[in-house]
T-cell receptor, first 112, second 112 residues
Framework: EAGVAQSPRYKIIEKRQSVAFWCNPI?????LYWYQQILGQGPKLLIQ????????DSQLPKDRFSAERLKGVDSTLKIQPAKLEDSAVYLC??????????FGPGTRLLVL | GENVEQHPSTLSVQEGDSAVIKCTYS??????FPWYKQELGKRPQLIID?????GEKKDQRIAVTLNKTAKHFSLHITETQPEDSAVYFC???????????FGTGTRLLVSP
């Protein structure tokens, strides 16, 4: 089966600019996750969707980050305005029933 | 909330030796413990997982043990090979919410 797809793979922006990432989960996976992985650290959950509803966004910096999954399939994560400390890899993951999460290749963001 | 600690941060072994990575968790409600392997620039990939109703699980050269009383779990890799070199992350979740909390990672280097 096809894996989790993400785009773009790399993005370089200047601080205060905006950026958006896209994720297409594995077909049939109801749960979608966005993680932030700062260099040298483990992934940190930003937001979790169950179909098109938000299950957990407790660690999402809501003043600058937003995410949506309007039709319960694809999802976008947006940062506006970006800060230097947002430089990281943004990983999307999906899961079906149960806990096994499958990760996408990630989007590597560099904020200058 | 859940907190996962992982040790050591780096581990160097000779090919053929065994490697052990240990994690502790804080939330006694956690009942699902996956291990992910992440090669440089690649996505995290699930290598093995264990649920709280099981004390040990093996898959070829990889095994995971869980001590619920002490709230710690370990990854054991036997007969290590250079291709085992990667960063390994442990994680924990309360399956009711499926939120994974990751450890800080262990960089394993297997020298020929």
């Amino acid at each position: 089966e096809a894996g989790v797809a993400q785009s773009p793979r790399y993005k370089i922006i200047e601080k205060r600019q905006s950026v958006a990432f896209w994720c297409n989960p594995i077909s049939g996976h109801a749960t979608l996750y966005w993680y932030q992985q700062i260099l040298g650290q483990g992934p940190k959950l930003l937001i979790q969707f169950q179909n098109n509803g938000v299950v957990d966004d407790s660690q999402l910096p809501k003043d600058r980050f937003s995410a949506e999954r309007l039709k319960g399939v694809d999802s976008t994560l947006k940062i506006q305005p970006a800060k230097l400390e947002d430089s990281a890899v943004y990983l999307c993951a999906s899961s079906a029933q149960g806990e096994t999460q499958y990760f996408g290749p990630g989007t590597r963001l560099l904020v200058l | 909330g859940e907190n996962v600690e992982q040790h050591p941060s780096t581990l160097s072994v000779q090919e053929g030796d065994s490697a052990v990575i240990k994690c502790t968790y804080s939330d006694s409600a956690s009942n699902y413990f996956p291990w992910y392997k992440q090669e440089l620039g690649k996505r995290p990939q699930l290598i093995i997982d264990i649920r709280s109703n099981v004390g040990e699980k093996k898959d070829q050269r990889i095994a995971v043990t869980l001590n619920k009383t002490a709230k710690h779990f370990s990854l054991h890799i036997t007969e290590t090979q250079p291709e085992d070199s990667a960063v390994y992350f442990c994680a924990a979740s309360n399956s009711g919410f499926q939120k994974l909390v990751f450890g800080t990672g262990t960089r394993l280097l297997v020298s020929p």
